[in-house]
């Protein structure tokens, strides 16, 4: 179905034709799929207790003999101060391996915790202990005494 308009690209993709009420929708070619998502992650390391000084860089220096380092990313907080944590994605799964053998190592002198990444599953929420209870929201207040 072409169009010839002078609407936008954007207007033309979602656009609704008045003679068989047929949509146009635009496929993003970049979305990632469940199986993306895993084969990404299968290249990823979670670095923990990495100093807040350290820059990308330097993380990306320290992981170099395991492979090519594709990404670095230091997680930061709403202010953009950095949480302590990065993700190192490689180019090779391979390379995962001996990242791990880094665990423990220095940087900053800090000593590093290195490990795979985990693969989220949406609507997989841990629980958290003992959190609000929606019938029961003064629990708090309801005390027992013992007469001895």
Known sequence: MHH???SSPLEDAFSNT???RSFSVCVDPNATTSENKEEMDSR?????NVDYACTPEEVQQHFNSCGIV???????????QPKGFAYV?????????EAIKLNESELHGRQLKVALKRTNIPGMK???GRGFNQYRPY???YLRVHVI
């Not at 990823?44 to 923990?48: A, D, E, K, N, Q």
């Not at 594709?70 to 953009?80: A, H």
């Open 4 to 6: 010839l308009s002078s």
């Open 18 to 20: 008045t003679n068989n």
């Open 44 to 48: 990823l390391v979670f670095v923990g």
């Open 70 to 80: 594709n990404r670095v990313t230091i997680l930061t907080d709403k202010f953009g």
């Open 89 to 97: 994605e490689f180019v090779e799964v391979e390379a995962v391996q």
């Open 126 to 128: 841990q629980p958290r």
């Open 139 to 141: 629990a708090f207040l």
